[in-house]
């Protein structure tokens, strides 16, 4: 059974930074892709970043291009979004998923929040 945990988030100022973990479990992810969606209050979830596992290729929506990175560990079974220079408008729930390809999704975390405050 796949499980993904999501932790790190929180409230920060703008322009700060947190760090979000994925801890993955449940089967070799080694051919699959990994990814951060967010959220926020009323609006529809968004693509955020991707990377593959085996590759480290990586993704970005241009909202995040040059503020957030993303990587993994694999000995961890851990795939992190680096979030930089954060601003209000990045305020959401994120979510780690994982899925065959860049375009679909099929496990998701319970999702964790990050506050931004101006």
């Known amino acids: 059974q796949v499980q993904l945990v999501e932790s790190g988030g929180g409230l920060v100022q703008a322009g700060g930074s947190l760090r979000l973990s994925c801890a993955a479990s449940?089967?070799?992810?080694?051919?699959?892709?990994m990814g951060w969606f967010r959220q926020a209050p009323g609006k529809e979830r968004e693509f955020v970043a991707s990377?593959?596992?085996?590759?480290?290729?990586?993704y970005y929506s241009d909202s995040v291009k040059g503020r957030f990175t993303i990587s993994r560990d694999n000995a961890k079974n851990t795939v992190y979004l680096q979030m930089n220079s954060l601003k209000p408008e990045d305020t959401a729930v994120y979510y780690c998923?994982?899925?065959?390809?860049?375009?679909?999704?099929?496990?998701w975390g319970q999702g964790t929040q990050v506050t931004v405050s101006s």
């Open positions: 998923a994982t899925g065959d390809s860049l375009a679909n999704y099929n496990y």
């Open positions: 449940g089967r070799t992810f080694s051919r699959y892709y």
């Open positions: 990377i593959t596992w085996a590759a480290g290729r990586q």
